[in-house]
């Protein structure tokens, strides 16, 4: 474990049973969806290189413009 980490974890042992628990629950939930986001890229790849191939086709064939960011 860190030396950062175990600052963060006695302070949370100061706290309050259910504060301590709302920690924990945040954590706990930020871990997930850590997992879900690198699940998801890691079984994207394919169709992200498919997406990048069309577009620079079309970018290549004139289909595309600028992108002006006031117009959005």
Same mark, same amino acid.
Request: glycine share 2%; no cysteine.
């Given at each position: 474990?860190?030396?950062?980490?175990?600052?963060?974890?006695?302070?949370?042992?100061? =706290?309050?049973?259910? #504060?301590?628990? +709302?920690? &924990?629950?945040?954590?706990?939930? %930020?871990? /997930?969806?850590?997992?879900?986001?690198?699940?998801?890229?890691?079984?994207?790849?394919?169709? =992200?290189?498919?997406? #990048?191939?069309? +577009?620079? &086709?079309?970018?290549?064939?004139? %289909?595309? /413009?600028?992108?002006?960011?006031?117009?959005?």
């Amino acid at each position: 474990m860190t030396e950062l980490l175990d600052k963060a974890i006695a302070k949370v042992k100061t =706290l309050s049973t259910e #504060a301590q628990d +709302a920690i &924990a629950t945040m954590i706990l939930e %930020e871990l /997930e969806d850590e997992t879900k986001w690198d699940s998801s890229f890691a079984n994207s790849q394919d169709i =992200l290189a498919k997406l #990048a191939t069309e +577009a620079l &086709a079309e970018y290549h064939a004139g %289909e595309t /413009e600028e992108l002006n960011p006031d117009t959005l």
